[in-house]
């Protein structure tokens, strides 16, 4: 009888469980859908509304034959960013990163530190509360030291253009992704190896790449160590 009321108090747990995440990603998906329409209207109301007021409108087949030679990289990069990003952030921390923007430098490792922290997977139900907490948080005090930026920019000029503090600032970024991959790295060094390798070769062979191609060899990086992991975990080798 104890047996039996165990079990029948686990399930019913469970289905409580599956019932709130249900109602929860719901919330996430109306929510996210909302914000995201929401924000879309905003960004392309200003250019629309400065048009409008000050009777600027643009050179439509300039504009046209501009969208047509850079539109189409934009589209590719946004498919692949999609599938890329969400199963690390969940639903939820990817609603908010494309809001909030800056992905690839400060929205991804703040979430992919939190749920290591945790130890859970963005595609849980705990690491879809996780990351979205990160990511809001990680929103704040972005926005936060911005807005002090903005306040101390005069004042601290002769500070921040000292040229002794030239080398910190071009290391900032290799600083938190280097942080960041130690410890990914360490979790299996056999999947590293190959992303590693295709970036080192295409920065070094093609010098144009560079910091401002980081949305773009992010995502081929991710496809090309998935695509080489898959047949290592064919071979065995994994």
Known sequence: ?????????????????TEGGAAYMNSIHKWGRIWNFSMVAVLFSFPIIVAI??????????LGMGLL????MYWAVGVVET???????????????FVTGNIS??????????????????????GEVISTIA???????TTVIIILGVILLVPLT??????V??????QILPALFGGLGVVFVSRNWKIAIAPIVLMLVLFIAIPALNAGTVGIMVPVSVIFTMVVSRVMYKKGLL
């Open 135 to 141: 990511i809001a948080v990680s929103s704040i005090v």
């Open 105 to 126: 430098n400060l929205k991804l490792p703040c979430a992919l530190g939190a749920l290591d922290q945790a130890g859970v997977k963005g595609s849980s139900e705990e």
């Open 53 to 62: 007021v000050f009777g600027a409108m643009p050179d439509w087949k300039g």
């Open 69 to 72: 030679a850079t539109a189409p």
């Open 1 to 17: 009888m104890d047996e039996n009321k165990t079990v029948e108090t686990t399930v019913a747990a469970d289905s409580h469980t």
């Open 158 to 163: 002769p500070l921040l253009e000292n040229p």
């Open 83 to 97: 599938f890329t990003y969400i199963p690390m952030l969940g639903a939820g921390g990817s609603y908010l990163s």
């Open 165 to 170: 503090l030239d080398p910190a600032f071009e």
